[in-house]
């Protein structure tokens, strides 16, 4: 059965704080890596990872894979109030995406 | 705005009633996704059409019923729902169902609730 597992499956940080979010997953039908950010309704394209360690950057944001360990980080540094949302991890196989359950983050001012 | 659009944006009906959701995208996609999200789970893979070609059914009760006209349209038709059927339903495309990575885009979502 295929399994992204992510983690922790919440957090509460401040403002200012760096954030580091995990994924991990099982090698079957591996193609990619995806992160998405829910906030209120429709996930949002992050990042998608397909080699291993090379970082991927979009502002404050960042990830990267490792795929001899199967799995993937996301960054999140100087955490901003707007950071406040669920993170989706997502395994894009051969045919379809396998989402884990999300971290919800919420970032106080 | 992701070029993935769902009509109603939110809905509720009763059990005995039949109603539709709608999905249209703009992105020139070849496949269109619905997947259902509930509270506390994970987004749950519905059905998946391809070049209108319905190829992937994940176990849905029947009372789930797609149509894919084209590839730009996907409908969602609800018949006889329960009250745990009421959640998010996402409606996604991608340009190609066997593309590596196959990054998706979703619409808003559609907010159903089954009273």
């Known amino acids: 059965e295929d399994k992204v597992v992510q983690s922790p499956l919440s957090l509460v940080v401040h403002e200012g704080d760096t954030v580091t979010l995990n994924c991990s997953y099982e090698v079957t039908n591996f193609r990619s890596l995806l992160w998405y950010k829910q906030e209120k309704k429709a996930p949002t394209f992050l990042f998608m990872l397909?080699?291993?360690?090379i970082e991927k950057k979009s502002g404050r944001l960042s990830s990267i894979l490792d795929k001899k360990e199967l799995f993937s980080i996301l960054n999140i540094t100087a955490t901003q109030t707007g950071d406040s949302a669920i993170y989706l991890c997502?395994?894009?196989?051969?045919?379809?995406?396998?989402f884990g359950k999300g971290t919800k983050l919420t970032v106080n001012p | 705005e992701t070029g993935v659009t769902q009509t109603p944006r939110h809905l509720v009906m009763g059990m005995t009633n039949k109603k539709s959701l709608k999905c249209e995208q703009h992105l020139g996609h070849n496949a269109m996704y619905w997947y259902k999200q509930s509270a506390k789970k994970p987004l749950e893979l519905m059905f998946v059409y391809n070049f209108k070609e319905q190829t992937e059914n994940n176990s849905v009760p029947s009372r789930f019923s797609p149509e894919c006209p084209n590839s730009s349209h996907l409908f969602l038709h609800l018949h006889t729902l329960q009250p745990e059927d009421s959640a998010l339903y996402l409606c996604?495309?991608?340009?190609?169902?066997?593309?590596?990575?196959?990054?998706?885009?979703f619409g808003e979502g559609s907010w159903l609730t089954v009273v």
């Open positions: 397909t080699s291993s360690g």
């Open positions: 996604a495309s991608s340009h190609d169902r066997q593309a590596p990575g196959n990054t998706i885009y």
């Open positions: 997502a395994k894009g196989g051969s045919e379809k995406l396998v």
